[in-house]
């Protein structure tokens, strides 16, 4: 598996999705988990971070709007995304790192009325 994600689609603008990614135990158990996107013509960035204990950071451009979660009985992690925005449009990744860096494959999110 490594890191598989899913859920992306297209969203009105104050429309919500909800983002998951499958991953391989090796990869999430006990490892800090992340979010980044990366929009047209623009560099890939971090949206948010959760630790294995649950503690959570949140690039300022979506606090209050985004919640990471995790399941740590199914190696999924979760961001959602609710108060859609044009400028959330971009490829989300999900990224976990044992020993190497693992990137998902991303997801599609577009924002437009």
């Known amino acids: 598996v490594q890191l598989q994600a899913s859920g992306g689609g297209l969203v009105q603008p104050g429309g919500s999705l909800r983002l998951s990614c499958a991953a391989s135990?090796?990869?999430?158990?006990?490892?800090?988990m992340s979010w980044y996107r990366q929009a047209p013509g623009k560099q890939r960035e971090s949206v948010a971070r959760i630790t294995s204990g649950g503690s959570t950071w949140y690039a300022d451009s979506v606090k209050g709007r985004f919640t990471i979660s995790r399941d740590n009985a199914k190696n999924t992690l979760y961001l959602q995304m609710n108060v859609l925005k044009p400028e959330d449009t971009a490829v989300y990744y999900c990224y976990g790192w044992s020993g190497y860096e693992y990137w998902g494959q991303g997801t599609l999110v577009t924002v437009s009325s």
């Open positions: 135990r090796s990869i999430f158990s006990g490892k800090t």
